[in-house]
């Protein structure tokens, strides 16, 4: 991997190491300062346009679990000039209102050099759903 895929691929660590250990800051650390800065997430209500809205956002996401473990099961990442993109499968393994919760996400991100520093612009994490399957372009389950 190019020296910038690499560093591109260590931001994302970064940011599943911070996210575990609840670490707001050390999260919120790991975007751009941009006003247009994105993060979309699983949840219907989960959409951050600022730093502000994103901070509210991961201190919710750490409130509401007691303990939280991340692991990457696959990434892609592209590099052109001072901009990135990278996709991810991300396993979550939660601990929330003391039941054990697992669930596999999918992660994709654009990234962008300044002062020597690659940082989130946008992050969108999905949950693929359960009742589409494998084969099938669109969840049809209730149409059988």
């Known amino acids: ?23 707001v800051n050390g999260v919120i650390g790991l975007f751009s300062n941009r006003p247009g800065v994105v993060f979309i997430g699983t949840g219907c209500d989960e959409k951050c346009l600022g730093l502000d809205k994103l901070k509210n956002q991961f201190e919710r996401d750490f ?25 991810a499968e991300v396993d979550f393994k939660t601990k929330i209102h003391g039941k054990s919760k697992e669930f596999m996400t999918r992660l994709s991100a654009v990234l962008e050099h300044r002062e020597e520093q690659w940082r989130f612009v946008h992050m969108h994490i999905s949950l693929p759903p359960t009742e589409q399957r ?3 372009s669109f969840p049809t389950c209730d149409l059988y």
């Not at 020296?3 to 660590?13: P, Q």
């Not at 692991?71 to 996709?87: F, N, P």
């Open 1 to 23: 991997m190019m020296k910038h895929e690499t560093k591109v691929k260590s931001a994302l660590d970064h940011f599943m190491k911070a996210y575990e250990k609840k670490d």
């Open 63 to 87: 409130v509401q679990s007691e303990k939280v473990h991340v692991s990457q099961k696959w990434e892609t990442v592209s590099v052109v000039g001072d901009v990135a993109w990278l996709a």
């Open 134 to 136: 494998a084969g099938e």
